[in-house]
């Protein structure tokens, strides 16, 4: 048996979220769906990250354990005619960059040592409809200073139960978070990034980290009260949920 | 009773169309309940153009005839609040951009004296995988000057039968096309645009032509085919239909 690495692309508007599950639209489901079909055997994807309805990712990792022989530096090619599901098109809304040759034993979950998550913000007086699915779009001008500000305080190891959404299996909630950055790009000013790292991520923690700092942006919370929130360990003093559609996974670190 | 006629922008990927059907989500359906509900009286719009499932539209126009009290500059606001289906973001996929007081008995189907509609294609050895619901994405290069040598015999006012899906509603395919035109952009050499005007269109007449054209761009077509395509008047005779995602509904003229 081979344990191939696969990183994966997609577009999350029309999925329910990464995680396979029985009777809804996911991109894990549709590929082991149509690779399965395609290639006559069953075929089973683990992936790096269980990534929410609506969001998208750059560099999803899933391993598939397979006794298919295509030879490594083709399956890219070969996945994506297979899951192209338009002829017309040729084209589908996942795409298999890459391909990699593992050790058995090798997951992408278990053994990966960290990610990079980018959320988008759009923050322009001027809203655009076409972009509903790919930013959080905020009219209301944000103070980027005030949001740089509280990012120091998320980084590092500390207890993030207050990231957590209700509803999360039970354990540990330490995590390390490497880095955390803001910035507004320099050729669109317009839209603004957040860029985190951290060894891994509890349910929706990026999302509210980036509630919380949208809410000191717009001069509700002062930057100094994240290390309140963080400290408090209790989700009802961190800001909202962000939108899905903003949020990407952008890599997986080994 | 007032007669509004409304300008309508959408993102036509998570709707089934313009038109009203039972049981699926369409973009004149949601307006007709979100702002039924909004304002509790019953609210009935007319289309300029029933545009198919996943076609956009930068101006639609629809006569909505009201009892409402809202002054007219004000719609817009009003109604995009009312629309806005996610109260985070504020934002909806659909925005009424425009709104004019009508005189009784003005219809934005029956009195629009035409349509411009654009088509846009991606022709970049590069899919891009989150522009699949905005663009038609062709990896072989396109020849745009055999695709602009068989414009010139599409304008005017001809039989287009061949330019017409099957199932059609029985009725005259004679319809002027008064311009037909195709660029690549300045700013982006891969985005290629057709845009279109006549005074009406039958059922897939655009991405019909469209697909014909591109046809032509790939060389499997002579640019004078096109002439012998209309004057076959077989449908058998002209290309294959466009996606819908690379086609927009530009502006209706009155």
């Not at 395609?38 to 269980?50: D, T």
């Not at 599901?85 to 053994?111: C, K, N, Q, W, Y």
């Not at 320099?186 to 985190?196: K, Q």
């Not at 309140?228 to 209790?234: E, F, M, Q, T, W």
Request: glycine share 10%; aromatic share 10%.
């Amino acid at each position: 048996m081979r344990n191939i690495l696969l990183t994966i692309k997609y577009d999350g508007s029309g999925y329910h979220g990464w995680a396979r599950q029985p009777g809804l639209k996911t991109v894990c489901g549709r590929m082991e769906e149509v690779l399965g079909a395609y290639f006559k055997i069953p075929v089973e994807l683990s992936g790096a990250s269980r990534t929410d309805a609506g969001v998208h990712a750059y560099g999803q990792r899933a391993t598939l354990i397979t006794e298919l022989g295509v030879p490594v530096e083709k399956i890219p090619r070969v996945f994506n005619t297979a899951l192209a599901d338009d002829r017309l098109e040729g084209l589908s809304d996942i795409e298999v960059t890459a391909a990699a040759e593992m050790p058995e034993g090798f997951h992408a979950r278990f053994d990966s040592k960290g990610k990079r998550y980018i959320y988008r913000i759009r923050n322009s007086s001027a809203p655009d409809i076409f972009l509903k699915r790919y930013r959080w779009q905020i009219t209301t001008p944000l103070d980027i200073d005030s949001m740089r500000a509280a990012c120091p305080f998320v980084v590092g190891e500390h207890d993030f139960a207050c990231f957590q959404s209700a509803g999360s299996p039970a354990g540990s909630t330490v995590r390390e978070i490497y880095s955390l950055d803001i910035k507004r790009r320099e050729d669109d000013p317009d839209e603004i990034e957040l860029t985190i790292e951290g060894s891994a991520f509890l349910y929706n923690m990026v999302r509210i980290i980036t509630g919380t700092l949208v809410e000191t942006g717009l001069g509700k919370r002062a930057p100094e009260d994240m290390e309140r929130v963080i400290a408090s360990k209790d989700r009802a003093n961190a800001g909202i949920v962000a939108p899905a559609g903003g949020l990407w996974l952008d890599e997986v670190f080994y």
